[in-house]
């Protein structure tokens, strides 16, 4: 039954997300933006919402829309035979008959895959969480960017963190460890998330694999302390939750002034990047001269290192360095290193507000000149251009 529309400067909202995870403060974030823009609520507000509640939980709150967590089929039905506009925002579980806007999983798996084939990585694994379908999509996106290459994934999954007993986790750990050790070498990890990428570099530690020598690992959500908390720090695919609470937020929004409680429209909200960290930084090769000055390389080449500098260090010939490399790599020592110092431009470009000739200065750059020349010819574009462009896709990404 559908009920009618209230005055939109007096709606109740009820919002339930888990707010102890970087996720849930990213919805809530989103949430107050659309709020503080398009007018104030009435809230309710529950910051531990995991996705199931009280068979009373409704009882007794005449409400006009709800934002929340929810994996409880009959929980949705109540919501639909009480009439109330509601947006789940996780998607544990797609059949529930609500609209959703959350994380597009898939796209998530693919970006993943894209950062580890950028390492030339040939061997590929997936760490996931049994019966969880955000976790099974993510995995599709993986396999699915790598089948597209003709190559394969080795998967493992396991029970949930929050599932399992402190017997179990050992029990499970124990197998994780024993899977990775018959893993081929060096091979390319995505865990299903940064709490299950833990997992996965405590089981490497225990087990004496090297990260990201021996098995490189990315998790996703991009959860700063865990991220910079984890040894080596993890790199991540970025959702932008943020994103999701506004999107939310709207449509529950239009689904309140039309007073229609039943909707299945989806919102998928794509992933902002990659945050890399020591946990990828690697180059899959088989020559370990050349694995070498790639390390080199990205560890020095915004300060200023060369070609001169990295043959001394490796004490190698340049004919003999340029051929190895090229046959590694596709691509000879001096456009990797400018490559490096590009990547690094774009992203202080991106993420600060320094001015060109501070960033030249940063990215290994003599002259800021050389910056602009080597920026507009290898990526079509000056730096300037490339921050307008990087700043109206933030605002646009924003609006929704």
Known sequence: MARRPSNPAGRRVAICVDKSRSYGRGVLRGIAEYVETHGRWSLHLDPRASGSYGADWLRGWDGDGVLAFIEDPALADSLRRAGIPAVELFGHRLDLGLAHVGNNEEAFGRMAAEHLLERHFRHFAFAGIQGALWSERRRDGFVEALCKRNLAVREMLM????????????????????????????CGLMACSDRHALRVLDACRTEGIAVPQEIAVIGVDNDEETCRLAHPPLTSVMDNARQVGWRAASLLDELMARGNSVSNQRVLVPPLGVATRRSTEVTAVADPLVARACDLIRERACEGLGVPELLAALRISKTSFYARFKKCLGRLPHEEILRTRLGRAQCLLRETGLSTAEIAGRCGFTHPEYLHVAFKRELRQTPGAFRRQSRADKENRAKG
Request: charged letters at 35%.
């Open 159 to 186: 029970a949930a963190d929050d599932r399992a007993g402190l017997a179990d986790w050992e029990a499970n750990q124990f197998r994780l460890r024993a899977w990775l050790r018959d893993l081929p070498k060096p």
